[in-house]
């Protein structure tokens, strides 16, 4: 059920939506939103990538990123 769920289109809509809603609120601490945006900056500008040339272990890494962040924000601020 929960790889059906990872791979539902519906599902990641949830997450980008969440996901803009949480790195815009005022509610969330700068602190926290720098801990989604540092990482993700950093691996796609840094020269050094698992596949290069390609960006699908970037998409990879950032994805991976988002669905830690919102479930981290959904559990740290449960208001926002």
Do not use: C, E
Not at 3 to 30: D, E
Not at 62 to 80: A, E, G, H
């Amino acid at each position: 059920m929960k790889l059906r769920r990872l791979l539902s289109y519906k599902h990641w809509i949830t997450v980008l939506g969440n996901l803009r809603r949480y790195v815009f609120s005022p509610q969330v601490a700068l602190v926290d939103k720098l801990m989604f945006l540092i990482p993700v900056i950093v691996y796609w500008v840094f020269p050094l990538d698992l596949i290069p040339g390609l960006p699908i272990d970037d998409i990879g890494v950032t994805v991976i990123l988002m669905k830690w962040f919102t479930s981290r924000i959904q559990r740290k601020y449960p208001n926002v």
